[in-house]
Structures are given as structure tokens and as C-alpha cells.
């Protein structure tokens, strides 16, 4: 019985790492120093375990890190002027809130307070409407990051049937617009789809991103499909607490020909696409540097 090649997202996201490590280096001989703002709201344990590796991560390529960690309790209004002056400041080319926010603040409202030129997450509607069209945009960093797997995995995507399960604005929506700039057909399923196993059995991609544990099994694919887990689920199993995907990996790795595993899979791609878009964003604020050397390749 065949066994499914393992996508190493540790690998290719050290790769990512050395390429923005390059792309720095030649902003700082030009006299730009990137930088990045990292604003955290309160003591969730998971986001302050995400900002410290976030942190590191920008301090292996050499961008200059900004930590604004907030009392739980910050006002909307308090969050709104610190964005603003992050906005104002020519030191800092990449802004990132933390989600998710305090329940007493509106999400929506601050993510369309980041500059789009700042805005390394992607969430703007700038850049989101701006994906949609094709442009060089910021890009939320799983989608974009999963795109760098599927395109060293399988090359060409053009013609390819991708299956996306999910349609969240972090995940579902901006992958399946990138899998279309990529000439897939795509199609986009969710909790309201009719006959699910039967649409994700036709392609020969999936993305699971819906946030199940273990959800899809070998029944959902058909025999050589490349499968994208972005799930990323604590379980008790045995009295044990271990980490899981969307994906039923023990399942799917005799049907799928590759799998990324949870974890060491997309999640340190996201991180590495974090990197990548603070130094396309201090591209995009100097367009002279731009153009004089190429920014990222949006994944398209």
C-alpha cells in the first residue's frame, strides 16, 4: 500500500526565511530598515505564544520588531489612536493586531483602521477587493503560504480541480481567490453544501480549513489528491492533549499522494508569509525600490 509523500512545511517555510533574509538585506543597503508592529490586546496564552514566534522569526531575517502589548481592558478608542500613530510612523512598515481581540471591541472596525500599505495580514478591504482583482496586494499569509506548497509540490495548478472546505475571510475566501489566479477550477464548500464527500471525491486538491478535528476522511478523496490541511485542533486522546488537523492524516495518507502533517505543516508557512509581506509592504511604500527590484511573487 502506497503512502502519501509528507509536505514539509518546516522546510520550505526555512526557505521563505532565507529568501526574506536576502530581500531585507537589500533594503537596508538602501537605507531602509523594515519594521514590524506587533499589538497584542489582553493575555490570551495561544496569541502570546504566536506574537513571541512572530517576534523571532523577525528577528532571524533581520526586521526590526514593535511590541504593544495592551491591558485586556484598552478601550476601542485607546486601540484606534495607537493604530493611527503605528500608521503615521515611517519606522514601522508592517502593522499586525493580534486576533482575536477583546469582546468588547469591534474587529472589523480596527483591521479597517491599519493603512492597506501596512496592513501585513491582508484583512483590509482594500486588499481583499484588491485580491479579487488580480493586483499586487498584501495577501493574508495561510492562504498565501499554502499556495508556496502547492505550487512546490505540484507545479503548473493550471486546469487542477481544488476543493476548498471552508469559507472563512482569513482562509477560505482568499485561497480559493488565489487558486483561480492560478488557473484552478475551484470549488468552495461549507456548512450550508449539499453532497460534500461527493464534491471534494472531484478534486484533485483540497484545502481543509474549516476548523473540525479530523473531519475528512479517505472517503472524501479520490486516489492521488493533494491534500492542504490548515486545521489546527487541540484533542484529548488516551489522556493525552496532542494537536490534530482537519484532516484525518492516519486515514488519508494511503489515498492522497502528498499531505501536509499537523503540526509542522502550514503553520510555520504562515509565519514565514508574515515576513514575506512586511517586506513587500516597505516595497510597496517606496516604489522607486520596487521597481528596481522585484517585490514577493504573489502567489498567482
Known amino acids: 500500500m502506497s503512502c502519501a509523500t509528507l509536505i514539509d512545511g518546516k522546510a520550505c517555510a526555512a526557505a521563505v526565511i532565507r529568501e526574506v533574509s536576502v530581500e531585507v538585506k537589500a533594503l537596508k543597503d538602501v537605507g531602509i530598515d ?12 495561544a496569541s502570546q505564544v504566536y506574537v513571541r514566534n512572530k517576534v523571532l522569526r523577525a528577528e532571524e531575517t533581520g526586521i526590526h520588531s514593535f511590541e504593544h502589548k495592551l ?16 500608521n503615521a510612523d515611517p519606522q514601522v512598515h508592517g502593522i499586525l493586531v493580534q486576533l482575536p481581540l477583546p469582546g468588547h471591541i469591534d474587529e472589523n472596525c480596527i483591521l479597517q483602521a491599519v493603512d492597506p500599505l501596512k496592513d501585513v495580514d491582508g484583512f483590509h478591504s482594500e486588499n481583499v477587493g484588491g485580491l479579487s482583482q488580480g493586483r499586487n496586494v498584501l495577501t493574508p499569509c495561510t492562504p498565501a503560504g499554502c499556495m508556496r ?12 480541480h481544488a476543493v476548498v472546505i471552508g469559507r472563512s475571510n482569513i482562509v477560505g475566501k482568499p485561497m480559493a481567490a488565489l487558486l483561480l489566479q492560478a488557473n484552478c477550477s475551484v470549488t468552495v464548500v461549507h456548512s450550508r453544501s449539499h453532497n460534500i464527500r461527493e464534491l471534494c471525491r472531484q478534486a484533485d486538491i483540497v484545502i481543509a480549513a474549516v476548523g473540525r478535528p479530523q473531519m475528512v476522511d479517505a472517503s472524501w478523496l479520490k486516489p492521488g489528491a493533494v491534500v492542504i490541511d490548515v486545521g489546527i485542533n487541540r484533542i484529548e486522546q488516551d489522556g493525552k492533549s496532542r494537536l490534530v488537523g482537519d484532516v484525518d492524516f492516519d486515514s488519508v495518507q494511503a489515498t492522497a499522494s502528498a ?3 499537523v503540526p509542522g505543516g502550514v503553520g510555520p508557512m504562515t509565519i514565514a508569509y508574515l515576513m514575506k509581506n512586511t517586506v513587500t509592504a516597505a516595497q510597496l511604500q517606496y516604489p522607486a525600490v520596487r ?10
Do not use: F, N, W, Y
Request: hydrophobic fraction near 40%; aromatic fraction near 0%.
Open 71 to 86: 491591558a485586556a481592558d484598552t478601550s476601542q478608542t485607546a486601540l484606534l489612536t495607537l493604530i493611527e500613530r503605528l
Open 291 to 300: 521597481h528596481a527590484k522585484p517585490s514577493m511573487e504573489i502567489p498567482a
Open 149 to 160: 506548497l502547492l505550487k512546490e509540490t505540484c507545479g503548473d495548478l493550471s486546469g487542477q
Open 34 to 45: 523594515p519594521g514590524l508592529a506587533v499589538v497584542l490586546v489582553g493575555s490570551d496564552p
Open 259 to 261: 499531505i501536509t502533517p
